[in-house]
T-cell receptor, first 112, second 110 residues
Framework: NAGVTQTPKFRILKIGQSMTLQCTQDMNHNYMYWYRQDPGMGLKLIYYSVGAGITDKGEVPNGYNVSRSTTEDFPLRLELAAPSQTSVYFC???????????FGEGSRLTVL | RKEVEQDPGPFNVPEGATVAFNCTYSNSASQSFFWYRQDCRKEPKLLMSVYSSGNEDGRFTAQLNRASQYISLLIRDSKLSDSATYLCVVTQGSNYKLTFGKGTLLTVNP
């Protein structure tokens, strides 16, 4: 019963460093998403994908990049980390675009 | 008006109380509506979808009012385990954009 798996769960970065948050799902969902959640705020969509090879920007894409080479994997790349990217990142997938979202457990990122 | 706006909370209620949350949305073309539950430091999980006719799942009742553009969640006979943040989620028209409200924190006290 893996569902959506995210790694790492926690990470501390220095300003200017880069890293990739990994996300994989085993439900054969075409739709995958990356959200960030700041304290007291709703989830904001960073990027989404409607299938392998197809990605698009969400509300807050600046400073991030994604790729979708397979149905299962949807990594999120942070380039030149900034303190404003300190947040909790959630990967999610769904069977249909307006269906139930299945979330990973989240990745807590701190940029110092 | 913000895209999705929820009661700011927090709500503190005793066990057994009935509590209601409201959520308004700005896009009249929104098609799908949901309530998610998020426990402290955990991922959100679907609580229930909200249908035009209203729907009930045990102690939980969700209602949709398209004319006034709001949805509601009613929890009856609150349990300690209902303590969580409740997130209102609305699709924006026919695209893939799901917009989350900021959430309403509920604490049920013994």
């Amino acid at each position: 019963n893996a569902g959506v798996t995210q790694t790492p769960k926690f990470r501390i970065l220095k300003i200017g460093q880069s890293m990739t948050l990994q996300c994989t799902q085993d439900m054969n969902h075409n739709y995958m998403y990356w959200y960030r959640q700041d304290p007291g705020m709703g989830l904001k969509l960073i990027y989404y994908s409607v299938g392998a090879g197809i990605t698009d920007k969400g509300e807050v894409p600046n400073g991030y990049n994604v790729s979708r080479s397979t149905t299962e994997d949807f990594p999120l790349r942070l380039e030149l980390a900034a303190p404003s990217q300190t947040s909790v990142y959630f990967c999610a997938s769904s069977y249909v675009p307006d269906g139930e979202l299945f979330f990973g457990e989240g990745s807590r990122l701190t940029v110092l | 008006r913000k895209e999705v706006e929820q009661d700011p909370g927090p709500f503190n209620v005793p066990e057994g109380a009935t509590v209601a949350f409201n959520c308004t949305y700005s896009n009249s073309a929104s098609q799908s509506f949901f309530w998610y539950r998020q426990d402290c430091r955990k991922e959100p999980k679907l609580l229930m979808s909200v249908y035009s006719s209203g729907n009930e799942d045990g102690r939980f009742t969700a209602q949709l009012n398209r004319a006034s553009q709001y949805i509601s969640l009613l929890i009856r006979d609150s349990k300690l385990s209902d303590s969580a943040t409740y997130l209102c989620v609305v699709t924006q028209g026919s695209n893939y954009k799901l917009t989350f409200g900021k959430g309403t924190l509920l604490t049920v006290n013994p």
